[in-house]
């Protein structure tokens, strides 16, 4: 590892300095992420992690403002000027935990089972570090460190916040995301699309109901219903280009409850991915268009209930070049990593649509242990990452390199 800052493009602070204070720092964030691990909380009720965010990042001499609801701002280093903005996501699933950790859940039926936790935890402990510089006048430019509710849901929180202004007068974005296929100690990297877009679909059929003896009097709206779950999948299929990924999975099928009545309602619900953002866009129009046709023989009605969700997180070129060159400096070239793009949606993707910015994958699993997926009660990454995401995130936000200065994308 290099300690040369002797580039304009290097971070002010050395690279020993910087991997100090993250040691340093580094128990206070985790005494932080088992506490916000135990009392997880859902979308837009994430009262207890507010306060106990606000509270640390006062503590630590940052400027606190809670956005309306749940959710806050800390800020850090010079006011005027432009500045960073480093994101993390607060809310926690609808998942029973089956960890077994000593810090496991409290709340039944609720668990960080995406690894919110630790994108908290990080966010908050690179602000320790950059409180640190700060006071040692070694931090150029301002950071805003934002702790954003409601990414778990559609729509979701990053939308709201973003109308409070809190972009205002950024220069770039940065956030990290939980990767359970990467070992701890590595982060994966790419330009341009990393997840895709995500929109929720609910198909809801009704007719007359009736005898199952006479489903030519009643309208068979279950067959028509397996008709939607097992052909508009397949139609998307050969109607999108391929290349566009185009996914539509089911997550809840229901009708009716006795087996000698057609029930008069039923109802399909699941995501609809795309790995591109022109797809994305005229997806729903096909959708409602499919499944008029596959329903018109059967003589039951439909409605198309589609929630728009995120785009693609589209990782600006040079954003991801800052990330990469604080990740190499920091950790190693080893340690960085390419990664592929995912059908996985994160409304990080909003932020992006203000200004540059790029999302890293932060490397979760234990060297030679399992690989935990997402959204599983039983994910429980490596708490070694965690000092991998401060670092790494810290180094991005005191680097020059990192202060963009490119053209706003239009908003939508």
């Known amino acids: 590892m290099s300690s040369d800052t002797s580039s304009p493009a290097a971070p002010t602070a050395g690279l020993d300095e910087l991997a100090a204070l993250v040691a340093e720092h580094e128990p206070a964030a985790r005494a932080l992420r088992r506490d916000v691990h135990a009392h997880p909380e859902l979308a837009r009720a994430e009262h207890r992690t507010t306060r106990l965010l606000a509270e640390a990042m006062e ?6 403002r809670l956005l309306p609801g749940t959710g806050l701002v800390a800020d850090v280093g010079p006011a005027e000027g432009p500045r960073l903005v480093l994101r993390a996501d607060i809310d926690a699933l609808g998942v029973q935990e089956a960890t077994g950790l000593p810090y496991a859940s409290t709340v039944p ?19 320790l570090v950059l409180a640190a510089l700060h006071r040692a006048g070694e931090l150029p430019h301002g950071v805003r460190l934002l702790f954003q509710p409601a990414e778990e849901v559609m729509p979701g929180g990053a939308l709201d916040v973003i109308g409070t202004g809190v972009l205002e007068g950024a220069a770039a974005v940065y956030g990290l995301h939980c990767d359970p296929t990467l070992d701890v100690g590595t982060v994966g ?6 997840t895709s877009a995500s929109d929720h679909v609910t198909v809801r059929l009704s007719g007359t109901g009736g005898h199952t003896s006479r489903p030519h009097l009643a309208g068979d709206l279950v067959f028509a219903l397996g008709q939607v779950v097992t052909q508009l999948p397949a139609v998307l299929a050969r109607r999108v280009d391929p290349r566009a990924g185009v996914n539509l999975t089911w997550g809840a099928v229901h009708a009716g409850d006795a087996a000698n009545a057609v029930p008069a309602e039923g109802y399909a619900a699941g995501t609809l991915r795309c790995m591109e953002t022109e797809a994305w866009q005229h997806a729903g129009e096909l959708v409602e268009s499919v499944v008029a046709d596959l329903v018109r023989p059967y003589s039951v009605s439909a409605e198309v209930v589609l929630v728009r969700g995120v785009p693609p997180v589209d990782n600006e070129v040079r954003a991801t070049a800052a990330l990469e060159h604080a990740a190499r400096a920091l950790l190693g070239d080893d340690a960085v990593l390419p990664t592929r793009q995912s059908l996985g949606g994160e409304d990080f993707a909003w932020y992006l649509h203000h200004v540059p910015g790029a999302m890293v994958r932060l490397g979760t699993r234990t ?3 399992t690989t ?14 965690l000092a991998t995401g401060i670092g790494v995130l810290a ?6 390199r990192a202060l963009l200065q490119v053209p706003r994308r239009p908003a939508g």
């Open 59 to 64: 503590r630590a001499g940052l400027a606190v």
């Open 367 to 369: 060297p030679g242990g």
């Open 109 to 127: 039926g609720t668990a960080h089972a995406c690894g919110h936790d630790v994108h908290t935890a990080a966010v908050a402990g690179a602000g």
């Open 372 to 385: 935990y997926d997402l959204h599983r009660g039983d994910y429980a990454p490596d708490e070694a990452a």
């Open 395 to 400: 180094a991005t936000a005191v680097s020059r």
């Open 189 to 194: 990297l790419k330009a341009g699309p990393i």
